[in-house]
């Protein structure tokens, strides 16, 4: 009941901090506001709003200052220099004072509320109330005391990158409140030897609190004279925190196992697991398998077992990048690359840049990359399903374009003609830019044929075009395209696609050639020269297929003609018998025969690589196929 009275009270005060934002607008000239008109409106919370973008101005302009005065009057005064500077009054006090302020007196009323609101450990009630003061009067941020108070609260709220930004201020650098506020930062952005340094600035205001106030406190400074590798003065500090506190005997836990005793820090990780959070007893449980492996005394493979299923447990915080950087520690050791490229993948991705973070970066796309070297001992499927699970790891630039396309050349050879594809597209799409996507485009789009999905070949080739491209690779674009859509049943699209296209015609006699369309191959222009020399394989093809055509329409004229002009160039050729039966007399054909005909002929087709492309039945035809299989 008193959470559900403290909320509705805090909402109350949300309405009431920010009158003056709403009510300087809506009055003009002498108005004044109604007396009893409620503050409204100011997001306290406004994402990405940074503490200091009330002092930012469009050009030269100066910022708008709704409540002037009270930055100057609040700069006169002293900084606080301990928790006693937050003076407390009740929050009935403070809100009937806000209430009945004029707009000379309403800054400091809310100065007074934001700073009881503090020393009460209210920080996030206490930030709404400061960003709303600065959206008033924007030289508030170049006050030391407004900074120092938001700064305070932005270490409680755990923004201690900005919480160092607030408290960087040149008039803070040897204030004993800011100097604790500021050792709590660093601490928790591992400024170890910048926190450490703080301490002696930082001891008289962390003095002044009580055990519960200061508790966080000592626990920072603990824990960097710890990362400092000083476990004695880690122990000294604790010494002032109650022996039964859990967040305490974590630390005492870990400066014990730094000094070797390992049964003494044990208990205190079983104390602090019996009665401490659910966070504090995964914490236990990381803490003694990070000394025990400092130690060299846990099994490798057994620990990274344990980190793995404590990563169901809990997650997100420092609590799990601790665990994260044990996990990828230990696969290292092991030379598991899955396990290292899991935990350090969740490391970069989750959590803040450190100060290893390049170096680990380039342990991970080392490891990638050893994944997918051709004489790797990793099953190429898995290799595959490792790269495209970690494929926002790999090398930038030309280094991994040339890992993804040889990943993809033998995934093509194994004949893995989809996960070929979906790799290059995803390269197509997410890393090559402008002209470059031309090519490989074509390449994507041919693996998608070659898996027998055409529908994304031509999603491929279609989510590229807006790129001039050079007419070269234009038409091998088209070429492909075709392809694609006589692949789709879209014969007839794929013919006018074909129109005009260099090497057009080949693809486009295959396609007839396919569908048996007698009439279009018999008037095809594709006819090598006659002459003394030899016939190619592929001019053989040419011959042949005309032939085919002429007789399956029974045009004996126009066979002769071709039996004279090629009769000679076929001589002593293994296609001699094929082109004599093919272009004699209509009459002596039968099925029979044109089946042996066709059997002698040569494989190599005028289309080259697309006629592999094109081989197979299109939706059209497997539908009669199917039918016809019904019908028998």
């Not at 290292?332 to 840049?353: I, K, M, Q, S, T």
Request: hydrophobic content about 45%.
């Amino acid at each position: 009941m008193r959470r559900i009275t403290a909320l509705s009270a805090s909402l109350t005060l949300a309405l009431a901090l920010a009158s003056s934002a709403l009510a300087e607008e809506a009055h003009h000239g002498n108005e004044k506001p109604a007396p009893d008109q409620a503050e409204a409106g100011a997001d306290t919370h406004e994402e990405g709003q940074s503490e200091s973008e009330p002092n930012a101005a469009a050009g030269n302009a100066l910022p708008t200052v709704r409540l002037p005065g009270f930055a100057a009057a609040l700069a006169n005064q002293p900084l606080v220099q301990d928790v006693k500077g937050w003076q407390v009054v009740s929050d009935r006090e403070a809100w009937h004072a806000i209430a009945s302020s004029s707009e000379q007196t309403r800054q400091a009323a809310r100065w007074r509320y934001a700073s009881s609101l503090i020393g009460k450990g209210r920080a996030a009630e206490a930030y709404g109330v400061l960003v709303t003061m600065a959206k008033d009067d924007p030289d508030l941020s170049l006050v030391p005391a407004h900074r120092l108070a938001l700064g305070a609260t932005l270490v409680e709220l755990d923004r201690p990158m900005d919480a160092l930004d607030m408290l960087s201020a040149e008039q803070l650098a040897q204030n004993p409140e800011a100097c604790a506020w500021r050792l709590r930062a660093m601490a928790a952005l591992d400024m170890t030897a910048e926190a450490v340094g703080e301490w002696t600035c930082a001891r008289t205001a962390i003095a002044s609190r009580t055990q519960r106030q200061g508790a966080s406190f000592l626990l920072a400074a603990a824990q960097a004279a710890l990362d400092g590798g000083n476990p004695r003065s880690t122990l000294s500090l604790l010494k002032y925190l109650s022996d039964a506190d859990a967040a305490a005997n974590l630390v005492r836990g870990r400066a014990l196992l730094q000094l070797g005793r390992d049964q003494q820090a044990r208990l205190r990780f079983d104390r602090a697991a019996d009665n401490g959070t659910q966070e504090q007893r995964v914490d236990a449980r990381i803490s003694l398998l990070e000394g025990l492996v400092a130690q060299r005394r846990a099994k490798p493979r057994k620990a990274l077992a344990q980190l793995e299923r404590l990563g169901y447990v809990w997650r997100g915080g420092l609590l799990e990048r601790r665990g994260l950087k044990l996990r990828f520690a230990l696969a290292e050791e092991l030379y598991d690359d899955r396990a290292a490229l899991a935990a350090g993948a969740a490391l970069l991705r989750y959590h803040p840049v450190s100060a290893d973070t390049g170096a680990m970066l380039e342990m991970l796309q080392g490891r990638l990359q050893a994944v997918l070297e051709p004489n790797s001992k990793v099953p190429l499927p898995e290799a595959a399903g490792l790269f495209w699970d970690y494929r926002d790891l790999s090398p930038s630039g030309a280094g991994g374009d040339l890992l993804v396309s040889r990943l993809a050349d033998r995934l093509q050879n194994a004949g893995l003609y989809e996960r070929a594809a979906e790799l290059l597209d995803y390269q197509l799409m997410a890393r090559a830019k402008d002209v470059t996507q031309g090519p490989l485009s074509v390449r994507v789009a041919k693996l998608y044929i070659l898996a027998e999905k055409p529908n994304e070949a031509v999603r491929a080739l279609r989510a590229t075009d807006d790129n001039i491209y050079p007419n070269p690779m234009l038409w091998e674009r088209l070429r492909i395209e075709a392809v694609a859509l006589h692949k789709l049943g879209r014969t007839d699209e794929a013919l006018a696609v074909l129109d005009g296209v260099p090497q057009g015609d080949a693809i486009r006699d295959e396609i007839e050639w396919g569908r048996q369309n007698w009439q279009a191959l018999s008037g095809s222009d594709a006819l090598p020269a006659a002459g003394s020399g030899g016939l190619s394989q592929v001019e053989q093809t040419v011959i042949l297929r005309r032939a085919v055509a002429l007789a399956m329409l029974g045009r004996e004229t126009s066979l002769e003609g071709l039996r004279s002009r090629y009769g000679s160039a076929f001589a002593g050729q293994p296609t001699a018998a094929a082109f004599d039966l093919l272009t004699g007399p209509v009459e002596d054909l039968d099925p029979t025969a044109i089946a042996q005909a066709l059997a002698a002929m040569p494989t190599a087709s005028p289309a080259g690589e697309f006629a592999d492309l094109l081989a197979g039945e299109t939706p059209k035809a497997k539908s009669k196929s199917k039918a016809r299989a019904q019908k028998s």
